[in-house]
């Protein structure tokens, strides 16, 4: 599958990350495009992508570029993903390189398992951002109990800003 969109003068008054310029900013200076390409013939369960944006902005601040690439493995039961990026952001004058796992298992039809890791790199500073999950969901019926326990260590590329949270949820469905 190939996918390309563009897009001229972002739409005004919308909130940013602190990673990007919102349309009210006044940064974006015509055209935007994006391009994602999957593919998933190679062998079954593979799924493979890439994708690639870049946004014409004011001289002052720069374009900005992101492209990311990864894919997914799904065999039985089990499901594995890995994921880059690269977020070139030369308004802020930094760049993010991310890489992601995460795996799934699906251990009987009411029971799945998973686990997820996030590593975040910031040009401007020496401290890796990570987070990681480890979570679990049982279903019997319209009811669900799900689980998920998460750390984040160096939150906002601080050094010793970690945190720690405990989820524990029950759904019903009517």
Do not use: P
Request: charged share 20%.
């Amino acid at each position: 599958m190939f996918m390309v969109h563009s897009h001229q003068d972002l739409v005004a008054d919308k909130k940013n990350t602190n990673k990007a310029f919102g349309g009210d900013s006044k940064k974006v200076n015509g055209w935007g495009w994006d391009v994602v390409l999957t593919h998933s013939g190679l062998m079954d369960g593979l799924n493979i992508f890439a994708g690639y944006s870049d946004i014409d902005q004011t001289a002052d601040v720069g374009d900005r570029k992101q492209e990311a690439f990864g894919f997914t493995y799904a065999i039985g039961g089990a499901t594995l993903g890995w994921q880059t990026s690269k977020d070139d952001n030369a308004g802020a004058a930094e760049y993010y390189e991310n890489t992601a796992y995460g795996v799934s298992f699906a251990v009987n039809d009411n029971l799945s398992i998973s686990y997820g890791l996030h590593q975040s790199d910031r040009s401007s500073t020496s401290v890796e951002a990570e987070a990681e999950s480890i979570q679990a969901s049982y279903t019997v019926g319209g009811a669900s109990v799900k689980f998920a326990e998460t750390s984040v260590d160096n939150q906002n590329y601080v050094s010793g800003t970690n945190r720690e949270g405990r989820t524990i949820a029950l759904t019903l469905a009517f």
